[in-house]
């Protein structure tokens, strides 16, 4: 039987899946453009394409979020928009600076359920704290608000460069900002308490 950990997620990283959870929602606005093919269009040929997509989002006129993709495809039958090479980064409203950043060698948007997959160098970085994220296949259930990582996909989560915990097999639910890493975990899970 695989090892079980139940642990506070750290607070940067929480921070930073949320965003990541308000890009999935910015992506999916982008299906809104799409053109409708014929009826008769095979589901493998996309519905409208899209090359060197740069989107910015702004919160009482302040850059709150930029994203970035090498190319993206969407297919009107079962409402999906396909993604290569996705970048984002996040501001902070106060100051302007960076607070988090990701990266995914591919993204596929479901957008009657909200779900997503993220594939390849799956990659999360929260700037507060220098907390980071890294696997090769995430999925997140918007319906049950987690992410989650195949039994076995290795998942690896770092302070700077330190590695704070992994293992394989990362259920994260944003709604209660805890996870476990099912089987192999091995790492450090002691965090200082933040003074305020």
């Not at 996870?179 to 200082?192: A, D, K, M, P, T």
Request: with cysteine.
């Amino acid at each position: 039987m695989g090892a079980y950990r139940r642990e506070k997620w750290p607070t940067q990283s929480i921070f930073s899946l949320c965003l990541f959870c308000t890009l999935l929602i910015l992506l999916s606005s982008c299906s809104q453009v799409a053109e409708e093919n014929s009826i008769d269009a095979q589901e493998d040929i996309p519905d409208a394409q899209f090359v060197d997509i740069i989107r910015k989002e702004y919160r009482e006129g302040k850059l709150s979020m930029q994203f970035s993709a090498k190319s993206a495809s969407w297919y009107e039958t079962d409402q999906r928009l396909e993604v290569e090479e996705l970048s984002f980064i996040t501001y902070n409203g106060d100051d302007g600076s960076v607070s988090a950043s990701g990266d995914a060698e591919k993204a596929v948007f479901y957008e009657v359920s909200g779900d997503a997959e993220f594939s390849g160098y799956v990659h999360l970085q929260s700037a507060e704290g220098d907390a980071s994220f890294e696997s090769t296949k995430l999925s997140y259930k918007r319906s049950l608000d987690v992410f989650e990582t195949p039994h076995d996909t290795e998942v690896l989560i770092k302070v700077g460069n330190q590695l704070l915990l992994a293992g394989n097999g990362l259920l994260f639910d944003v709604k209660q900002q805890y996870y476990h890493i099912q089987e192999n975990v091995h790492g450090s899970v002691n965090q200082q308490d933040e003074v305020e």
